[in-house]
């Protein structure tokens, strides 16, 4: 399993908890960053010091959030080098089918809706996790 941090983008901390909780309750161990909106991941990932450690394994990325969307977020991501083949996930509340387009548009790896109910919540990050940081081949890392 991949051990290198999963970058969790999103600005609802009730969402933050219950995905934390989802995380442990599914056994993975993986290092949790967290970025509460797209400035904070934009720097998580292209801040001083981010080039001299790893990327994430697996960047979850909420769509609606304050001062940087995460359509943003994910176009900033697909121009860079260091990142453009970075494992994207947009894990987020929206059904405006335009955001799912525009998503895939933009080479998100998956798009997901965020399940409402807490059960099939836990189950759905936990499939995430299966196949994001298990079974899934990523390109090799670059630091």
Do not use: C
């Given at each position: 399993?991949?051990?290198r941090p999963i970058l969790l983008?999103?600005?609802?901390?009730?969402?933050?908890?219950?995905?934390?909780?989802?995380?442990?309750?599914?056994?993975?161990?993986?290092?949790?960053?967290?970025?509460?909106?797209?400035?904070?991941?934009?720097?998580?990932?292209?801040?001083?010091?981010?080039?001299?450690?790893?990327?994430?394994?697996?960047?979850?990325?909420?769509?609606?959030?304050?001062?940087?969307?995460?359509?943003?977020?994910?176009?900033?991501?697909?121009?860079?080098?260091?990142?453009?083949?970075?494992?994207?996930?947009?894990?987020?509340?929206?059904?405006?089918?335009?955001?799912?387009?525009?998503?895939?548009?933009?080479?998100?790896?998956?798009?997901?809706?965020?399940?409402?109910?807490?059960?099939?919540?836990?189950?759905?990050?936990?499939?995430?996790?299966?196949?994001?940081?298990?079974?899934?081949?990523?390109?090799?890392?670059?630091?």
């Amino acid at each position: 399993m991949d051990k290198r941090p999963i970058l969790l983008v999103e600005d609802n901390p009730d969402d933050v908890a219950l995905t934390l909780r989802a995380f442990k309750k599914n056994h993975i161990a993986n290092p949790i960053q967290i970025a509460r909106d797209g400035v904070e991941a934009l720097e998580y990932l292209f801040g001083e010091g981010a080039a001299t450690k790893p990327l994430p394994a697996l960047v979850l990325l909420d769509l609606k959030m304050p001062r940087l969307g995460g359509l943003e977020v994910l176009a900033r991501i697909r121009t860079e080098e260091r990142t453009k083949v970075l494992q994207v996930v947009v894990l987020t509340s929206s059904r405006e089918d335009d955001d799912l387009m525009k998503s895939y548009s933009l080479h998100a790896n998956s798009y997901i809706r965020k399940p409402i109910d807490f059960e099939e919540f836990i189950r759905a990050v936990g499939q995430i996790g299966l196949y994001w940081l298990l079974l899934n081949q990523p390109p090799p890392a670059k630091s």
